[in-house]
């Protein structure tokens, strides 16, 4: 490599956002649309940087399933080119800095997503073919068993943009979608009429002071909402209070962690919940019957889901 191409090379590698698209393609082959999942950039910034990567011949593409993936050229991936080295080391040295971390666990939510929907992203190098069945998904069967449910009131306490609301609002009578953002609210109503789904009361409120009448649901979700509570103890009492006796309590919510780039990145005010904690809360608040397990874990994720449940005893005040 002469001195001209040396240094046109490390100019393009002086912009951090390239050497976040080179790192995370040093571990895994993605498209665009997960590219810019990972690394929470403009689809057309990330394009762009794709195309001047690839140009200087650090970046290969192929097709794969309708989608375009981008990898490490060969050269680069195997360690013959000359700029190998310089990466490696500066990957290693950057792997505990929080938006690396950062990105590394966004990697890990997108391989899980590309997991679940076998039919888009099952390619011809797929282990098992008898393991592809066209047209199986996670989110379809959570659809399917949600017709098996009665037709329940329903409290999506923390809605956020109001994707969990919908899938609810599918099978039960009537949901009632709080968050406490008026431009969150707005996001999820457009998305709601896009959807054409109409059985939604949207409010405004806090987690702990609810917007809804004592014993109003059946059940009352938080999902990934406990974290960002400033008083989860309060937040949990407020959810049994607008639930009917024999209702039920439903937590969704991250069990204890250490990255503490949530914090700033996402809002995080807990880094999740012991088992035990979120047990305790659920009890503390009154509910019988209590249950807390995993509900999602992946190996070399930082996160692992736990769900929580509780039954309101019958006589019990609010």
């Known amino acids: 490599m002469d001195v001209k191409d040396a240094s046109a090379l490390y100019r393009l590698l002086g912009d951090e956002a390239r050497l976040r698209l080179l790192r995370i393609l040093s571990k895994e082959r993605l498209n665009v649309t997960e590219l810019t999942g990972v ?103 959570s659809r399917a ?42 996001r999820a109503k457009a998305l709601a009429r896009r959807r054409r789904v109409s059985n939604v009361i949207w409010k405004k409120g806090e987690l702990e002071k609810l917007p809804i009448r004592d014993g109003t649901v059946d059940v009352a979700m938080l999902s990934q909402a406990l974290h960002h509570a400033q008083h989860p103890a309060r937040a949990v009492a407020e959810a049994v209070r607008v639930t009917a006796p024999g209702g039920r309590v439903l937590v969704l919510d991250l069990r204890r962690h250490h990255e503490e780039w949530v914090r700033g990145k996402l809002g995080d005010r807990r880094l999740g919940f012991d088992d035990d904690e979120l047990k305790k809360l659920l009890v503390g608040a009154g509910l019988a019957d209590v249950k807390v397990g995993v509900g999602a874990r992946k190996s070399g994720d930082p996160f692992t889901v736990l769900i929580a449940s509780g039954t309101k005893p019958h006589g019990k005040r609010t």
């Open 39 to 141: 690394l929470g950039l403009a689809q057309s910034g990330v394009s762009r940087h794709l195309g001047l990567l690839k140009e200087s011949g650090l970046l290969s593409e192929e097709r794969d399933g309708g989608f375009t993936y981008y990898r490490l050229a060969d050269a680069l991936a195997s360690g013959e080119h000359g700029l190998a080295p310089v990466l490696r080391a500066q990957f290693d040295e950057a792997a505990s800095e929080a938006t690396v971390r950062a990105d590394e666990a966004r990697l890990q939510e997108v391989l899980r997503l590309r997991k679940e929907n076998f039919d888009a992203h099952a390619g011809p190098d797929t282990r098992d073919a008898r393991q592809l069945v066209p047209g199986r998904s996670w989110a379809a069967w």
């Open 145 to 186: 068993l949600g017709l098996l449910m009665p037709k329940l009131k329903v409290a999506d306490l923390g809605c956020g943009e109001g994707y969990l609301t919908i899938e609810a609002a599918r099978w039960a009578s009537r949901v009632i979608a709080v968050d406490r953002s008026e431009a969150v609210l707005h």
